[in-house]
């Protein structure tokens, strides 16, 4: 999964954002994110900005279902090295959460900076009360 996510850095000015969809096996607590998807020719990519094809990503979210896998949140790249959310990132999560149908305590995002490694990544768990936590602080 990570390799996958891993592999779409923007690494050079020519790299368009993209992303896709975060999938786990939920045992109690613990959830094994193992597959992420994307991103898909439907989706709307350029250099500073991703809009994914919701119809594509709902069908996604009903076929891993049925293999035991959860839609557990959204992955994403920014050209920055360490990335930040934008406003536009924090909110579209938060409609996301809070709109949909689930019985987790939120949903992660994950956004993949161009420096590899955990300072090249942003993770945080979205509430559909409207709070965030970010997981991948030391």
Not at 30 to 47: C, I, K, N, Y
Not at 70 to 76: A, C, E, F, I, S
Not at 116 to 127: C, E, F, Q
Request: overall charge neutral; proline content about 6%; glycine content about 8%.
């Amino acid at each position: 999964m990570l390799l996958h996510v891993s592999h779409h850095r923007q690494t050079s000015c020519w790299r368009r954002e993209a992303g896709g969809q975060l999938f786990a096996r939920i045992h109690g607590d613990e959830w094994s994110v193992e597959q992420a998807t994307g991103p898909r020719q439907s989706d709307f990519r350029s250099r500073f900005g991703f809009r994914p094809n919701r119809k594509a990503e709902q069908q996604e979210i009903v076929e891993r279902f049925t293999a035991g896998l959860h839609y557990v949140g959204d992955w994403h790249t920014h050209p920055e090295s360490s990335p930040q959310p934008s406003s536009t990132d924090l909110s579209s999560m938060n409609d996301m959460v809070s709109a949909s149908r689930h019985e987790l305590p939120g949903f992660l995002m994950m956004i993949a900076g161009t420096r590899p490694g955990p300072s090249g990544i942003w993770l945080s768990i979205h509430h559909a009360n409207g709070e965030w936590s970010r997981l991948d602080q030391s």
